[in-house]
Nanobody, 126 residues
Framework: QMQLVESGGGLVKTGGSLRLSCEAF????????VGWFRQGPGEEREEISC??????????YYVDSVKGRFTVSRDNDKGIVALEMNNLKSEDTGVYRC?????????????????WGRGAQVTVSA
């Protein structure tokens, strides 16, 4: 069964850092573009970052609100895509989910039948 599992969420103070990981099980993440989505309390789900499947020359995307603070990277040997989050703000609070799509670019249109993780909670407190 093809699965994505997010880890690394938690409670952090404003200005702190967290590193989220999106790990693939049951398939090779190497040829998949991966996107990160966030859904804050009472808000709609928003794409905040993605990375394509072009290895060391991977293209990335960041929504304006996280540019300069978040960095997405991938380790194909480990089957992990990471999201390094620095200088966290209260508005970064939410459930973070990753999704993977085979042979897709970044940015892209993500589909309901792409592979989705269940999400990891990130809470940023004052």
């Amino acid at each position: 069964q093809m699965q994505l599992v997010e880890s690394g969420g938690g409670l952090v103070k404003t200005g702190g850092s967290l590193r989220l990981s999106c790990e693939a099980f049951g398939f090779n993440l190497e040829h998949y573009a991966v996107g990160w989505f966030r859904q804050g309390p009472g808000e709609e789900r928003e794409e905040i970052s993605c990375i394509d499947d072009h290895g060391n020359d991977a293209s990335t995307y960041y929504v304006d609100s996280v540019k300069g603070r978040f960095t997405v990277s991938r380790d194909n040997d480990k089957g992990i895509v990471a999201l390094e989050m620095n200088n966290l703000k209260s508005e970064d609070t939410g459930v973070y989910r990753c999704t993977a799509a085979w042979n897709r670019g970044c940015p892209t249109t993500w589909l309901a039948n792409d592979i989705w993780g269940r999400g990891a909670q990130v809470t940023v407190s004052a």
